[in-house]
């Protein structure tokens, strides 16, 4: 990937390990000490407070960028569509040639997806506490997706070179409106419940019962 030249490289004002010295140099003006890097007096106790909010700040970037790029790695050949990793499609038409319902056509479709993933678990540190790196290997599942719909059409020849075709197809049959989960991830500060609970973040709305009626010209 593209940022992980950029987090790894030695350049100056850049990388996660200059990053991650500049920290260190700032705690240690926080802690009372010289350093090599910053012109702050370690006897001030502003410049210490200063230095420590400033590494605090620091070091927390450093572990964000670190996490999103290994994380990122981690999903590198992963399969992460919403739909599952398992489809099937059906679709079935009955063409009438003969009697009085000559020209008319009737069928029918679905679609199935298997459960999504909506996200995964994190490997936790020695507390035991998730530590914001996923483990691609315990994915968090979702539910599978169902879609069902139908089509009425008729055709009627209106001259030697012209057929006139009306086709009304209806999506979402059922008329399912439940909303699917489509993401989900730590609650981190116990917003909605236990702290580090995993809950759901994400949901993806179903567009109602739908009816589309198309006319076609065969010449």
Do not use: C
């Not at 420590?52 to 999103?68: E, G, H, K, L, Y």
């Not at 398992?86 to 040639?97: E, K, S």
């Not at 483990?135 to 008729?154: C, E």
């Amino acid at each position: 990937m593209e940022s992980g030249g950029y987090l790894t490289t030695k350049a100056k004002y850049e990388g996660l390990e200059t990053w991650s010295n500049f920290a260190t140099e700032l705690n240690k003006v926080a802690a009372g000490q010289r350093s090599t890097y910053f012109d702050l007096d370690p006897a001030s106790a502003a410049a210490r407070t200063q230095a420590a909010a400033d590494a605090r700040s620091i070091a927390n970037n450093v572990t964000t960028q670190s996490t999103r790029y290994d994380n990122a790695m981690a999903l590198q050949g992963i399969t992460t569509a919403r739909n599952g990793k398992y489809a099937i499609n059906g679709l079935v038409t009955r063409v009438f040639h003969d009697g009085r319902l000559k020209g008319w056509s009737a069928g029918g479709n679905f679609r199935w997806r298997s459960a999504n993933t909506i996200g995964y678990e994190q490997f936790t540190d020695s507390s035991g506490l998730p530590n914001n790196v996923i483990n691609v290997s315990k994915p968090i599942q979702g539910d599978d997706y169902w879609d069902v719909g139908t089509m009425l059409s008729y055709k009627r020849r209106l001259s030697k070179f012209v057929d006139l075709k009306f086709q009304l197809n209806i999506q979402n049959l059922p008329n399912w409106q439940t909303p699917r989960l489509v993401s989900a991830g730590y609650d981190n500060l116990g917003v909605k419940g236990a702290v580090n609970a995993i809950m759901p973040t994400l949901w993806e709305l179903r567009r109602p019962r739908n009816f589309v009626l198309s006319t076609a010209f065969d010449f």
